[in-house]
């Protein structure tokens, strides 16, 4: 609680809470393989077998202009991985979840199983935050965040979920529409010619 009365610990979690619960875990609800793996457009980035057979994410950095349209297997190990987990691991944990230890999820149910974990891991820590805590420097760790307090690292967060959250909806809801995966009819079609 601060001194203006507000639980912002509480306030933070809860907003990312309820997305969460209410929006985004829902919308991924019956994910499947092809569709975690759809490529709308040529060129999408995605998860792929690298060299070593390991799934690993495309990137490029700096990213291509316009930057590459990516699948929900891209976003989902984005969302578990940079934006969650790696966080989670460097404020709340021992530092070890990084982009040379990460296992990036191939398939539909390692890639939700590795949401929820990496979700798990940041509200954990979340919850364990006192005012104080929220408004210490979030570090060097995080570049143009270094000298922010971590509520605006909270803060960023939240935003950043939302925003690939919303993302990874609309690829459910263009690969559905396009009939992706499966044999579409056209409405009023009955097979007779």
Do not use: K
């Not at 997305?19 to 999408?44: H, I, S």
């Not at 792929?48 to 202009?65: I, Y």
């Not at 982009?99 to 990496?118: K, N, S």
């Not at 950043?160 to 959250?165: F, K, P, T, Y």
């Amino acid at each position: 609680m601060s001194d203006s009365g507000v639980d912002w610990r509480f306030e933070l979690v809860s907003q990312l809470d309820w997305y969460w619960m209410n929006q985004f875990r829902p919308r991924l609800a019956g994910l499947t393989d092809d569709e975690y793996r759809w490529e709308p457009v040529p060129g999408c980035w995605t998860v792929r077998p690298a060299a070593d057979g390991r799934p690993v994410p495309d990137w490029e950095w700096p990213a291509p202009e316009p930057p590459p349209v990516t699948t929900i297997a891209w976003r989902v190990a984005h969302i578990g991985g940079p934006v969650l987990g790696f966080r989670a691991s460097q404020h709340f944990g021992d530092g070890s979840l990084t982009l040379d230890t990460v296992e990036w999820p191939a398939t539909a149910a390692a890639g939700l199983d590795f949401l929820d974990r990496q979700y798990a891991a940041w509200r954990s820590g979340l919850e364990a935050l006192d005012v104080a805590e929220l408004a210490r420097p979030c570090g060097p760790a995080e570049g143009p965040y270094a000298e922010l307090p971590l509520a605006a690292l909270v803060l960023h967060v939240n935003r950043e979920v939302h925003h690939h959250g919303g993302e990874v909806a609309l690829l459910r809801d263009l690969y559905r529409a396009s009939g992706a995966g499966s044999r579409w009819t056209p409405p009023g079609f009955t097979g007779e010619r």
